[in-house]
């Protein structure tokens, strides 16, 4: 199983501009996330999905948008880039929650806003 | 709201001895689960270890044990023999709730001296 996989794993964007990250699932998993690492600090949620149709703001999902019209993929859209918004962004999904199964990671996206 | 909290920022550790690293979390959930995520700089999230909220037994793998204390909210990581690819960012995790996302400690940085 390939798991969980984000593209794509670096870009750069101008100030302004807009890009979807693109993840997708092969484990027929529920429950879809989005994080965000900025350095030094731990993963924060922005949105999350708990089945195909169904998504909600997690703690900081102010400049993003999301869409889940399908189990296996959660895009993570960016309409106007902004450079607070360097970072690096962590896809996850999980079968059920609260759980001892652990979440699936992506590999991460590190996206500069120069 | 849950909180997570990491008070070591950075670690060092000689290599083949035993560090611990510190985790403490805040929560009025009375079911929910614990990780402990390493963090390598190729940047991938793997599971290291996780332990059951309702378990009174420590949770061990190998060379990684944890020491969980419920009554006082800390979930510490103890990691024996430690080996050079030991050395990474160590993310404490807590999971619980409707929502199923993973609150995050700041994280510790983990060196390995050989």
């Known amino acids: 199983n390939a798991g969980v996989t984000q593209t794509p794993k670096f870009r750069i964007l101008k100030i302004g501009q807009s890009m979807t990250l693109q993840c997708t699932q092969d484990m027929n998993h529920n429950y879809m996330y989005w994080y965000r690492q900025d350095p030094g600090m731990g993963l924060k949620l922005i949105y999350y999905s708990v089945g195909a149709g169904i998504t909600d703001k997690g703690e900081v999902p102010n400049g993003y948008n999301v869409s889940r019209s399908t189990t296996e993929d959660f895009p993570l859209r960016l309409e106007l880039a902004a450079p607070s918004q360097t970072s690096v962004y962590f896809c996850?999904?999980?079968?059920?929650?609260?759980?001892?199964?652990?979440?699936?990671f992506g590999d991460g996206t590190r996206l500069s806003i120069l | 709201a849950q909180t997570v909290t990491q008070s070591q920022p950075e670690m060092s550790v000689q290599e083949a001895e035993t560090v611990t690293l510190s985790c403490t979390y805040d929560t009025s959930e009375s079911d929910y689960y614990l990780f402990w995520y390493k963090q390598p700089p190729s940047r991938q999230m793997i599971l290291v270890i996780r332990?059951?909220?309702?378990?009174?037994q420590n949770a061990t793998e190998n060379r990684f044990s944890v020491n969980f204390q419920k009554a006082a909210k800390s979930f510490s990581l103890k990691i024996s023999d430690s080996q050079l690819g030991d050395a990474a960012m160590y993310f404490c995790a807590w999971n619980g709730g409707s929502q199923g996302n993973l609150i995050f400690g700041k994280g510790t940085k983990l060196s390995v001296k050989p």
């Open positions: 996850a999904s999980s079968y059920n929650t609260p759980s001892n199964q652990p979440q699936h």
């Open positions: 332990q059951e909220a309702y378990k009174q």
